[in-house]
């Protein structure tokens, strides 16, 4: 059985940080590409993050570089997102999500492509509340 289960979300300040966990069992981690949404109340559901620790890629949204990394325990399973100087505007429901490596050859070698749509990904956790006040 495939299993994500995010933890580590609850209410900060503003500037303040949190680090949300996203464990996982259930498939070859190593195949899979593993990253974190988010989705605010009246909104689309957005790609934050993602890696791909055999591949070393990592990909951040423009509004979380230099705030959030991204990490991986390839013994655990486990993906990390540590998320530092959060504004209110990050307040979401934080999901990890998997999805199937994909791996384009570009100039004749694989190359690890980041998967940012929500329908790149097969299995999905059942999120976590982050909320910053302000």
């Known amino acids: 059985e495939v299993q994500l289960v995010e933890s580590g979300g609850g209410l900060v300040q503003a500037g303040g940080s949190l680090r949300l966990s996203c464990a996982t069992s259930?498939?070859?981690?190593?195949?899979?590409?593993i990253g974190w949404f988010r989705q605010a109340p009246g909104k689309e559901r957005e790609a934050v993050s993602c890696?791909?620790?055999?591949?070393?890629?990592?990909y951040y949204t423009d509004s979380v570089k230099g705030r959030f990394t991204i990490s991986s325990d390839d013994a655990k399973n486990t993906v990390y997102l540590q998320m530092n100087s959060l504004k209110p505007e990050d307040t979401a429901v934080y999901y990890c999500?998997?999805?199937?490596?994909?791996?384009?050859?570009?100039?004749?070698?694989?190359?690890?492509?980041?998967?940012?749509?929500?329908?790149?990904?097969?299995?999905w956790g059942q999120g976590t509340q982050v909320t910053v006040s302000s």
């Open positions: 890696i791909n620790s055999v591949y070393a890629g990592t």
């Open positions: 999500a998997a999805g199937i490596l994909q791996l384009p050859v570009i100039g004749g070698r694989q190359v690890w492509m980041p998967l940012t749509g929500a329908r790149d990904y097969r299995y």
């Open positions: 259930g498939f070859t981690f190593e195949d899979y590409t």
